[in-house]
């Protein structure tokens, strides 16, 4: 199978974290719109991202690997499945695309394009339940790659499912999406100061995955393709 060209993979990199994004923030408009409970809520936003991770990992992951997350990208391009200029562009591509979302679900919303989230996510609860959050994710790509290849968009979309509800910081476990996420003051919003240490502790899961499950799965974890 022919790889796709660098410029069609940043493509479906981007438009794939702009329609996560969008479905995270505008599942959170919406959601905190219909409810004033809180918990509905938080379930109102937590089904359609876990639905949305399985559609664009199953239409994309042929095209770009589907990663639409810099700790995925990471990862892979440290066991030297991507460059280093492609590892790069795709983390530019994920950003962008993420900031893009969150503007295109303002809009739909008719709220500013442009905000401030002002919702506090600190503390060493939060940073480990992030810590958490990115292991578990990277851990069900690996070894869905290693085991059960066509399950990958299934087992992240349940696996995110379920981490929105067991972590304290509702399993952001994308450094894209936290930075997409503090441009909205709504109810996925995180406030800009608090992004730098989830991001930090995103790329720590992550990496602590790859070491993880590395050993536990052996060496044929090397894959050019990953959901």
């Not at 990208?73 to 993420?98: H, N």
């Not at 292991?135 to 979309?157: D, E, N, T, Y």
């Not at 509800?165 to 919003?189: E, H, K, L, M």
Request: charged share 10%; net charge neutral.
């Amino acid at each position: 199978m022919t790889t796709p060209t660098l410029s069609r993979r940043l493509v479906a990199e981007g438009l794939g974290t702009l329609l996560l994004v969008a479905t995270v923030v505008g599942s959170g408009i919406m959601a905190d719109r219909l409810s004033a409970d809180t918990a509905v809520s938080l379930l109102g936003n937590t089904l359609p991202t876990g639905a949305i991770l399985v559609v664009l990992i199953t239409i994309l992951g042929p095209v770009s690997g589907a990663h639409f997350n810099p700790a995925v990208t990471l990862v892979f391009w440290i066991r030297r499945d991507l460059a280093s200029r492609e590892a790069f562009a795709y983390v530019a591509a994920q950003i962008a695309g993420g900031l893009a979302g969150t503007v295109l679900a303002h809009a739909m919303f008719e709220l500013p394009l442009v905000q401030a989230s002002q919702t506090v996510r600190s503390g060493a609860g939060q940073w480990l339940a992030e810590v958490v959050a990115t292991f578990g994710l990277l851990a069900a790509i690996l070894g869905g790659l290693k085991h059960a290849r066509q399950a990958v968009p299934w087992l992240v979309g349940l696996y995110i499912t379920a981490a929105y509800w067991f972590t304290a910081s509702t399993s952001f476990a994308n450094p894209a999406v936290a930075i997409a996420r503090a441009a909205s003051d709504t109810f996925a919003g995180i406030r800009p100061l608090d992004v730098p240490a989830f991001v930090l502790c995103q790329a720590g899961g992550a990496v602590l995955a790859l070491a993880v499950m590395s050993w536990l799965l052996g060496d044929a974890l090397r894959d050019p393709e990953v959901a």
